[in-house]
């Protein structure tokens, strides 16, 4: 069983930055893709990004792309979100979930687990 909690979310003004944690329990941490995903008021729930088990391959959705990086740290089975030049349209719940073949997918059926949410509110 793995739990994920994600940290970091909150308000902040179009153009800010916000970095967003996410914190696995489990000893296997290390061998997971990890994604971020993200769901606005009324919508479908959609990618984000996502990282390989190494750390050496991230993907990002268009959106996001030269934005928002993603990284994690095994040792402290942590993922990251550190979002740059935020826009009142990546107003969401941002969920951090952990793939269990490590490839880090933009599918959302990929998924196994899945944290509760962290809440991103950008003001224009």
């Known amino acids: 069983q793995v739990q994920l909690v994600e940290s970091g979310g909150g308000l902040v003004q179009a153009g800010g930055s916000l970095r967003l944690s996410c914190a696995a329990s489990?000893?296997?941490?290390?061998?997971?893709?990890m994604g971020w995903f993200r769901q606005a008021p009324g919508k479908e729930r959609e990618f984000v990004a996502a990282?390989?088990?190494?750390?050496?391959?991230?993907y990002y959705a268009d959106s996001v792309k030269g934005r928002f990086t993603m990284s994690r740290d095994n040792a402290k089975s942590t993922v990251y979100l550190q979002m740059n030049s935020l826009k009142p349209e990546d107003t969401a719940v941002y969920y951090c979930?952990?793939?269990?073949?490590?490839?880090?997918?933009?599918?959302?059926?990929?998924?196994?687990?899945w944290g509760q949410g962290t809440q991103v509110t950008v003001s224009s």
């Open positions: 990282i390989r088990w190494t750390g050496g391959n991230t």
């Open positions: 979930a952990a793939e269990l073949y490590g490839l880090g997918t933009n599918s959302r059926s990929d998924y196994y687990y």
């Open positions: 489990g000893r296997t941490f290390s061998s997971y893709g």
